[in-house]
Each structure stands twice: as C-alpha cells, then as structure tokens.
C-alpha cells in the first residue's frame, strides 16, 4: 500500500467513476484499475461494486474512507503547514539575540526585510546571553542568532553585523568622569563593575588586563549593560561595558576606554547543519547585503 494509491482510492469514492477519476488524478484508466485492484487485494476486501457504468463503495469500503479521508486530509494540512512555514511570503522565523539589540537594530533589521520583500513572514524573538543563544541555535530552538562569537563551534557560521564600543561608565561626579580617555592601568585602583567571566565579552574585558599583568578588584559581575548601568549610577564602582542603548537611561559618564580593544563585535550565527528555508535563507542575505552596520552604533 502506497499514498498514491489511498489519493486514488479517495477519489474514485467521490467521483463512483474510473473515466473520469483517472481524468481528474491524471492518469489512465488501466492505471487506476490495477492501482485499486492492487488495494483491494493487499487488504483481502472488496472496496467497490458496480452500478450501472459506475462503482460504489461496499460497506467495506465506506468504513474504509472514513478513515482514509481522514488521514488524507490531515496529511494535506500538514503539507500546506510545512509550504507556508518555508515560504518567502508566510514563512517563520526564530531569531534569539542579546538584550542590547532590542530596542533598534532588530526591530529595525526586522522592517527592512518585511518593507523590502513585502512579505508576511513570521518572526519570533527571544532574548537571552550570547551562550544561551548559541546553545539555541546548536540545538535547532533557533533559526538564527545575534550574539558574541565563540571559538570551537565548526558547525556555526559566525558573521560580523556591528561593532559595540567597549567604555568606561561611572557616577557623573566621579574624580574620573572628566578624563578624555583612559587606560587600564588608571582604573585598576577602583571597585570594577563588569561582565561575568563566563559570558565571552566578559573573558575578552579580562584577559586584557591579564596582557597588562594587571588585577582589577571585582565588586561586581553582571549579566548586561542595565544591570551594570543601574549600580554604576549609583556609585557602587565603575565600570568596563559596551556602549549600548540600553545606557542612555542612567545619568553617568562615558570615557572612551585606551586600549587595542576598542569594541565588541556582534555577529549574526546559524548553524550549518540545521536546513535553511527560504524565508530563513533570504532574511540571512539580507542582512549580510544591507544591515551590516559599520562602524560604531551607540
């Protein structure tokens, strides 16, 4: 037994014709008879008796298109479901991506591609860290993400979307605040506030004062810029982070940071093991084509 034959078999039902179900399914009649012939004897029953110059079913075969239309008509959903979730035009697409880019460059990246391909597709955005998104991406939760790179991850295609400038933040009135730049070495006699050690800009802040053969004393290790923003207002250190919308809520200053590290770097990853459809493969040219932004954002 073979889908086609249960197409076959569906339609002979509704139409009690072999000329003109073997028209309709475009096939010949001989085609169609050995096609049910070949059914009715896989299953030992007679599915069909004639009428005149047509067929109709046997209660066998009533009861058996009760389940064959069914489970045709359920498959047929789930093929249209499968096209519109792949297609350009109704097509969806799971993106997860690092808090910073909530406010502007997604959703802006997001209405660029809509506005450009006139296009209805589906979006969903989850927010989360950079490993976080990439262990999505890895295990298929997501299509694409927006995050910082990590190194041994030969299935993942990491491509540089926009730099974020790495900065200095403290309390307005700091004896700091006013300086034009500053060095590692002139803050390392302060109460730092920066990343977690286990996010990938938080090893990168730290591993240059490793180069520097310098210890900053940790008071604080968050997660992101709101977090670090919010006790750096209110004096409890300074701090080393990226310059990100998400600062321009605090009353603080922002020194540019003297150093070979003078930004962060977010890429756009996907997973080249994970299929592509269309929708997903076309949003990925995009935004490599026209949503790079370069240089600085802030």
């Excluded at 998104?133 to 995050?147: M, S």
């Excluded at 200095?168 to 302060?190: F, G």
């Excluded at 109460?191 to 180069?211: A, D, S």
């Amino acid at each position: 037994m073979n889908l086609n034959q249960l197409y076959y078999f569906k339609k002979l039902a509704e139409l009690q014709h072999y000329t003109k179900a073997a028209q309709e399914l475009y096939i010949s009649q001989p085609s169609l008879s050995f096609a049910i012939s070949s059914l009715e004897k896989e299953l030992d029953i007679g599915l069909f008796r004639k009428k005149g110059r047509n067929v109709v079913l046997t209660k066998y075969g009533e009861e058996f298109y009760t389940y064959v239309r069914a489970s045709l008509t359920e498959l047929d959903k789930g093929i249209q479901s499968i096209k519109n979730i792949s297609n350009l035009q109704t097509g969806s697409i799971d993106i997860g991506y690092i808090p910073t880019l909530a406010g502007d460059f997604v959703p802006k990246a997001i209405r660029g591609f809509i506005t450009s391909f006139q296009t209805q597709t589906n979006f969903n955005l989850f927010h989360g860290m950079s490993l976080e998104i990439i262990d999505g991406v890895k295990e298929g939760k997501y299509h694409l993400g927006f995050c910082s790179k990590t190194e041994n991850e030969p299935d993942l295609v990491f491509l540089p979307m926009l730099y974020q400038e790495i900065v200095v933040i403290t309390q307005v009135n700091h004896e700091l605040a006013t300086k034009e730049s500053i060095t590692m070495s002139e803050i390392i006699d302060y109460p730092l506030i920066t990343y977690r050690q286990t996010l990938p800009i938080g090893k990168m802040i730290m591993n240059l004062f490793h180069e520097q053969n310098l210890k900053p004393t940790i008071s604080h290790a968050l997660d992101d810029e709101i977090s670090i923003g919010g006790l750096v207002s209110e004096d409890f250190g300074i701090a080393i982070v990226a310059n990100t919308p998400l600062l321009r809520q605090f009353k603080i200053a922002m020194i540019p940071l003297d150093t070979r590290l003078d930004s962060r770097i977010v890429y756009l990853t996907y997973n080249t093991n994970q299929y592509q459809t269309q929708a997903v493969q076309t949003f990925i040219d995009f935004m490599v084509t026209q949503q790079k932004i370069i240089p600085h954002i802030c």
